[in-house]
């Protein structure tokens, strides 16, 4: 029951609080909450899931519920109203005031009486929460310039009270431009003023124009939020006096949750040469991001490759070992390199499929479409719609989410490598294993495509988990086979052109030490496949494409998976072309993979993804030594590369190579291994003593 407790600590981690505070829910758009919770408490979730049993975690997360609860019934809401009016509709379907992505406002109203929850101060134009403006106008297919900053111009009502405790100074620094109007209950007055003890109310009436934009309200000089309770609404007397001292609850249960949960995944580690590492190369890589030396912090990423030499105890020569080494070290470059979209929104530029994508999650989460998904057909790819939906209600809207739903994506790539590697030539080929795919792309063409808001990566990512459940399921419950299916099920529909990699994470139903050259003798391998893998990701699968089919058909009465698609314009054959040019046209999709490169062009930095493209094909031809490479991996390989015989993308360079990088890296580290040894059994031994930990053998 780990993963309830699991659900239950998100629950109590994300519920947004009535009271303000460092970890007050969502949006998480503050430092020390987006990183704590949105990157780090995953990261526990997977190094160490076993505290979520003990009765600390229990108690805490059920503590932290229960307050949630209570604060929800007993206080009115912390900060103050904002509401926007731009000077014409922005959103389809809709005549009133446009959503921010906060849930503590009236998300759910076709005319919000808030647009946002005002709980911090905003000191510039991109800390506004004024995401709508990547919205089109309902009656055109793009945004004229009026409707976008700089040109246009919105009117911001701030409606709220405050409540100080003592006479003081209150005051709002403006921006120097902004035409505003400032009432105090009710009377226009001039700044700063003075107030009494009491509730007052304040009122704010701001015309924004331009891109220089500021509000930060302050009493007696300093900030105003941590100095007087700001409400909107007039709170009661008696709720008064029980907010000061139940202010620092949910503070203190949450740091109480994540620091007993920090020892104890240190606890579990207890090898100061890991621990050594694993901190010394994520300040290194910190370092060179904060001081803007990216293209260094990217080599450091290569560099990674060196933890092949720090010495681990057979304990930790598994997937959670591997995360310690590679994913922390990687994570860190993901986190600090983010760091400055935090709280923060982003402009998107009009008419790529990023920003089509996040119109669609705005459709789908404020408006109600979620079905729909914000178009009865699916011209550009179904699932991401959804996915940034869910990441812009946590994270609000900034794009930090993005950056971190793509690093654990490509991180769940990496451990794949690694799993593959580590079973067919020990714990030191998976470490090199698992960096070269981060490597590969973070030095290829396709670098740039992090955080960028894209398909591609999350389809990989949920393949590359797919593969690692049905991998764990062969020994363990049907659930993980069932898990492993849908997986695949969800990144079938976040890049339709994967559904035959989707059915490929089947081949994980053979054992990972089972050799290509087993593949002919029937009698062998039927024997030892895990046939409620075999079974249960194609059934969960077909079942998925069932339900894709059903939905079309419901919104266009045409029962299809490619209606209304890019299919027929993305072939790579279409009717009337010549045998030679269809061959030529096959062959630039998959050598466009291969390369990573569009036009395809030979790139050294990411030459392992063709090495083990190479290494697949001479496996399958029974080349010695390569033929005893593991056949689950080289079956995933050909069920990868089968969609780029049927279509070829096209924009974003490296984005159609994301889903492929992981296993031709495992398929090139396990090539260079069998020929650097005569007897790769040796290396299995050492990997069947590693998996006799059963908890984290991976």
């Not at 990701?537 to 069932?546: E, K, N, Q, S």
């Amino acid at each position: 029951m780990t993963w309830v407790w699991g659900l239950m600590a998100a629950v109590a981690l994300l519920w947004p609080d009535r009271i303000s505070g460092p970890f007050d829910g969502v949006p998480l758009d503050r430092a020390a909450e987006t990183v704590l919770i949105g990157l780090i408490v995953p990261a526990l979730c997977f190094v160490q899931p076993r505290f979520l049993t003990t009765r600390l975690a229990r108690a805490t997360i059920g503590l932290l519920l229960l307050w949630r609860i209570s604060a929800a019934m007993l206080f009115v809401q912390d900060g103050w109203c904002v509401r926007f009016e731009p000077s014409r509709p922005l959103v389809k379907e809709s005549n009133g005031a446009p959503h921010a992505w906060d849930l503590r406002a009236d998300w759910r109203s076709a005319d919000p009486a808030c647009s946002a929850i005002m709980t911090r101060s905003y000191t510039e134009f991109a800390e506004f929460p004024v995401w709508f403006f990547n919205l089109p106008p309902p009656s055109e297919s793009w945004p004229q310039p009026e409707d976008r900053p700089p040109e246009a111009t919105t009117v911001m009502r701030v409606r709220g009270y405050v409540t100080p405790t003592r006479p003081g100074s209150f005051d709002i620094e403006l921006a120097a431009g902004m035409k505003t109007t400032i009432a105090i209950d009710g009377r226009i007055t001039g700044l700063p003023t003075a107030l009494d003890a009491g509730a007052h109310q304040v009122a704010v009436d701001a015309t924004l124009t331009g891109s220089q934009w500021r509000i930060v309200p302050r009493w007696n000089g300093e900030e105003l939020w941590s100095r007087v309770t700001a409400t909107v609404n007039r709170p009661s007397i008696a709720s008064l006096g029980l907010r000061w001292w139940t202010r620092s609850i949910p503070f203190t249960l949450t740091i109480v949750l994540l620091v007993a949960w920090m020892v104890s995944a240190l606890s579990r580690v207890q090898h100061p040469g890991i621990v050594a590492w694993t901190i010394g190369i994520s300040l290194v890589i910190a370092f060179l991001v904060r001081a803007d030396q990216i293209a260094a912090a990217r080599w450091t990423i290569v560099a990674l490759i060196a933890a092949v030499f720090v010495p681990v105890p057979p304990r930790l020569r598994n997937l959670g070992g591997a995360f310690l080494l590679v994913g922390v070290p990687w994570l860190t470059y993901i986190g600090v390199a983010a760091a400055p979209a935090i709280g923060r929104w982003v402009l998107y530029d009009v008419g790529h499929d990023y920003w089509m994508f996040q119109r669609f999650a705005y459709r789908i989460v404020m408006q109600g479409y979620w079905l729909e998904g914000g178009t009865p057909t699916f011209y550009f790819q179904p699932l991401y719609r959804w996915i940034a939906a869910v990441l812009h209600v946590v994270f609000g809207d900034s794009s930090v989410g993005e950056w971190y739903w793509d690093g654990a994506c490509l991180l769940a790539g990496s451990l794949l490598s690694f799993r593959i590697a580590r079973s067919f030539a020990g714990f030191r080929w998976g470490i090199a294993a698992a960096v070269i795919p981060l490597a590969v792309f973070n030095l290829s063409a396709g670098r740039d495509l992090v955080g960028r808001g894209l398909s591609e990566i999350s389809s990989a990512g949920l393949l590359s988990m797919a593969a690692l459940c049905a991998i764990g399921s062969r020994h363990r419950t049907t659930g993980r086979a069932i898990a492993a299916g849908l997986l695949a099920t969800l990144a079938f529909y976040t890049r339709l052109n994967n559904l035959v990699m989707a059915l490929g994470v089947a081949a994980f139903a053979l054992p990972l030490r089972m050799p290509v050259g087993a593949l002919v003798r029937l009698r062998e391998w039927r024997a030892r496949v895990a046939w409620r893998t075999a079974i249960a990701v194609p059934a969960v699968v077909a079942i998925g494409v069932l339900c894709f089919a059903w939905r079309t058909w419901y919104y266009t009465g045409v029962f299809s998976v490619l209606h209304g698609t890019q299919g027929r314009s993305l072939a790579v054959w279409k009717p009337g072309m010549t045998l030679a040019s269809a061959a030529s046209s096959i062959a630039d999709s998959v050598l466009l993979v291969l390369t990573v490169n569009d036009p395809p062009q030979f790139d050294v930095l990411a030459s392992p993804v063709l090495v083990g493209a190479f290494v697949a094909v001479l496996a399958m031809l029974g080349t010695p030594r390569l033929r005893d490479l593991p056949a689950p991996a080289v079956l995933f390989f050909f069920a990868a590369i089968a969609g780029a015989f049927v279509a070829r993308g096209s924009a974003y360079p490296g984005r159609f190579s994301v889903h492929i990088i992981p296993i031709t890296c495992a398929l090139t580290v396990c090539g260079a291994a069998s020929l650097f040894h005569r007897d790769s059994r040796v290396h299995r031994v050492d990997d069947s003593i590693v998996s006799q930990d059963p908890v984290r053998a991976g």
